[in-house]
């Protein structure tokens, strides 16, 4: 049976025309995959067909949240059943078709056992947003600017270590943040990108030259740029420097209005452009929960009116990726066609996916998000499938 998806209108990361609306749009599903995408007075239905219609609504490739910890309750580092379900329901509420399970730096045994049991988990079918592979940070971060990664856990960079956390994740590692300044960093780099691995650089107190050996070595994104980044300087530009002016650079930022302040949003959004900014939520368990006392990997994190904290430090966030969404249209005026692509196509092409999500277009998974007038979520689909009507 077909599933036929019909809308108001149809916005950003249609392969086609990445960047014009389209009006009144059909979206056709088979098998979970699009297998058409036309305007409704060129449609023609096939008896059976199951409608789907949303008037006044508009259709965006599903959100994909490549910075996430957890929601919820869970952490993904629980490597449970039980957490990856509640994790993939809780997203789906609010748009993301697929996400990045990441980790925070903690033992290296504990860590081995985390990809281990995530990788298992990625093996079975879902029914809710699924995690399409796992962004690994920790632990090659600068203690410097470690952010709240435990100074004792944090490890040199060396191919060896790489190694073992990639076969423990029987390959589904799909993103690494690095600080481009350790020794070896760049080799662990160079090894990374040569199995697939595309690599950030972060918690990083890099110079511009040292950011450069760290993008010259194959990395291709920035994570939540700003935080844990040494400061910009006018003379020496540092990592912050370098995120911003290089145009082959993706870079992640957290807009929830408290990483980072709206000016900067702005400066982010002017030098990045529709091409290279993501937007991520770096958000842990306590989102979507009342204030309390949380984990993060195995720190115990304290939430009050919504804001992380461990010993005074930012420990992620409760940003959920639609309300980034509002926020950076709030700060910028950027349109909402335009905006979509910060959280699906540019995050689908950073990974290597955009084969697969990341855009409406014929052969592409049928992960669609349904958009009210005023931006909220009114659907989700997964895999053709609906994972969230409100």
């Not at 904290?309 to 950027?334: K, P, Q, V």
């Not at 066609?337 to 689908?348: F, I, M, Q």
Request: charge should be negative.
């Amino acid at each position: 049976m077909r599933t036929v998806l019909i809308a108001d209108q149809i916005s950003n990361g249609c392969a086609a025309m990445p960047h014009e609306p389209v009006a009144a749009p059909v979206i056709a599903i088979e098998d979970g995959v699009i297998s058409e995408v036309s305007a409704r007075a060129e449609f023609t239905m096939r008896p059976g067909d199951e409608v789907l219609d949303f008037p006044g609504c508009t259709l965006l490739p599903a959100f994909f949240d490549v910075h996430i910890h957890g929601c919820a309750g869970h952490d993904v580092m629980e490597g449970t059943a039980a957490s990856f379900e509640t994790v993939g329901r809780f997203l789906a509420t609010h748009g993301v078709g697929a996400f990045l399970a990441t980790t925070v730096t903690a033992s290296m045994d504990d860590t081995l056992r985390a990809l281990g049991e995530m990788a298992q988990l990625m093996a079975r079918p879902t029914e809710g947003t699924r995690a399409v592979g796992i962004h690994l940070e920790g632990p090659f971060l600068s203690h410097v600017k470690r952010g709240v990664h435990p100074p004792e856990l944090l490890q040199a960079p060396s191919v060896e270590k790489f190694d073992r956390l990639w076969q423990a994740s029987e390959g589904h590692i799909r993103l690494m943040t690095i600080a481009p300044e350790l020794p070896e960093a760049a080799e662990v780099i160079a090894r990374a990108v040569s199995v697939g691995v595309r690599v950030s650089l972060g918690h990083s107190d890099a110079t511009a030259a040292q950011t450069r050996t760290g993008i010259d070595a194959g990395a291709t994104s920035a994570t939540h740029t700003f935080n844990a980044m040494r400061a910009l300087n006018h003379r020496e530009s540092g990592i912050a420097g370098v995120v911003l002016d290089d145009d082959s650079l993706f870079a992640e930022i957290i807009c929830d209005g408290l990483h980072v302040a709206p000016e900067m949003v702005r400066l982010f959004w002017n030098a990045k452009g529709p091409e290279r900014a993501m937007l991520v939520t770096d958000a842990m368990s306590a989102t979507g929960m009342p204030d309390g006392v949380y984990k993060l990997g195995g720190l115990d994190v304290e939430v009050s009116g919504g804001v992380c904290r461990l010993d005074g430090a930012l420990a992620g966030s409760t940003l959920t990726m639609d309300r980034a969404i509002r926020n950076f249209r709030e700060f910028t005026g950027a349109s909402l066609e335009t905006v979509g692509t910060l959280a699906a196509r540019n995050p689908a092409r950073m990974t290597g996916l955009d084969d697969r999500i990341g855009s409406i277009a014929v052969g592409r998974d049928a992960d669609v998000v349904v958009l009210s007038d005023g931006g909220e979520v009114v659907a989700t689909l997964v895999n053709g499938r609906i994972a969230f009507r409100a």
